[in-house]
């Protein structure tokens, strides 16, 4: 069964859709309006292994929050519903990603229980037309649309964009460790038999 989901939002703000396929090869297209963001979920999608497209119309002449938030609304929606029941999947996921001198952690559980926790800090405003506090912004949504519990630590770090790259490297990898099937579980990975 191919775990594979498309996702639409329409609101006065923004106009977001979305498809993601959980077993790709890291085939991304995506167009947001936001250089720099486009390329951190590039980078998502190529080092998770998901297949991504993304296409977001918002009113960037306000800024990129609503484009950014929207964006993460949808794509946790579109994972949510490409996992279905969870079945056989190994739900945690932990990864380590060096960028330069940054080193980011990212650690998440498909728990069905939405946290956000990010211990970073990012020294710089903006990096091209991205803010960089709307990192932590579409990672909250994300998190809570997708029902992940989520962790975000930086380790070092001086660079905005190093940071941040080895964040959205580390989430894309993390998840596709906590995606992945083992023929060994029976059912879900939960004592209480649902995630």
């Known amino acids: 069964m191919s775990r594979t ?12 859709k979305a498809a993601l396929t959980l077993d790709g090869s890291g085939q991304t297209a995506v167009a947001t309006g936001i250089g720099f963001f486009d390329h951190m979920l590039i980078l998502f999608g190529k080092h ?3 297949d991504l497209t993304v ?23 579109a ?16 990864a380590f ?19 956000l926790v ?12 991205f803010d960089s506090e709307l990192t932590e912004e579409f990672l909250r949504a994300f998190s809570l649309h997708a029902g992940l519990t989520l962790h975000v630590r930086l380790l070092s770090g ?16 993390a998840l596709d460790e906590a995606t992945r099937r083992d023929d060994r579980i029976q059912g879900v990975m939960s004592t209480k038999g649902m995630i």
């Open 5 to 16: 989901a498309s996702m639409e939002r329409v609101t006065g703000e923004t106009a977001i």
């Open 158 to 173: 001086r660079n905005t964009h190093h940071i941040i790259e080895a964040i959205f490297k580390a989430l894309g990898r």
């Open 118 to 129: 990010f211990d970073a800090v990012l020294p710089g405003e903006r990096v091209g037309q």
């Open 79 to 94: 994972l949510a519903k490409a996992l279905g029941d969870k079945t056989g999947i190994k739900r945690y996921g932990t």
């Open 97 to 115: 990603v060096p960028m330069d001198e940054a080193l980011a952690m990212v650690s998440l559980d498909i728990s069905g229980r939405p946290y």
């Open 55 to 77: 296409t977001a119309n918002g009113d960037l002449q306000v800024d990129g929050h609503h484009t950014v938030e929207d964006t993460g609304i949808v794509l946790g929606q």
């Open 48 to 50: 998770g292994l998901f």
